[in-house]
């Protein structure tokens, strides 16, 4: 079979019909990941700087610093801090750093980068920010640094998926303490 061959010409304007029926994303690209305890979150794409995988080897400990914070990784010559997002969260499971790697989300609000340590990466999703609801059944120390959440059966859903502010969590008054 050739590109010159008939059958192959019609396959290409069938997956290009197949292209068409797709049709445009509704909404704003999100990654979905999950906390030790299996809540799942949701954070923009435009508020994450990069997705990476750390040995906890490479994670530096920094004494006297606040307990949410795991330590300083280097990446390409920046410093960056990580944290415990669960920990931060008020997540009640731990996360767990006696594995080979920890996923980690970088996150950035114009000069301030955050590296926040999770339990496992999810999959890029395009979520409709105007089917929001409130939030609820989440504990209070939560509730300041959500938006909102998806409720099933949207994009069949299994469980409500919360959606994080990412300038919230950089901004908090919570990495002092």
Known sequence: MG????????????????????????????LRFFLPSNIELALPATGIREVMNQSPDRIT?????????????NIRGQVIWVA?????????????????EIPIIAVEDQDMILGLAISDIGE???LD???????SGIPSSMLTFMVGEWV?????????????????ILRSARWAS
């Open 3 to 30: 590109w010159n061959d008939p059958g192959q010409l019609r396959n290409s304007e069938d997956l290009a019909s197949d292209i068409e029926n797709i049709g445009t994303p509704e909404g704003e690209l999100h």
């Open 61 to 73: 400990p920094i004494p006297n610093a606040s307990p949410l914070l795991l330590g300083t990784i």
């Open 84 to 100: 415990d997002l669960g920990q931060f969260l008020g997540d009640p499971v731990a996360l767990s750093t006696q594995r080979a």
């Open 124 to 126: 890029m999703a395009w």
């Open 129 to 135: 920010s105007e089917q929001l609801t409130a939030t």
């Open 152 to 168: 099933p059966p949207y994009q069949q859903l299994e469980q409500p998926l919360r959606l994080l502010d990412p300038v919230r």
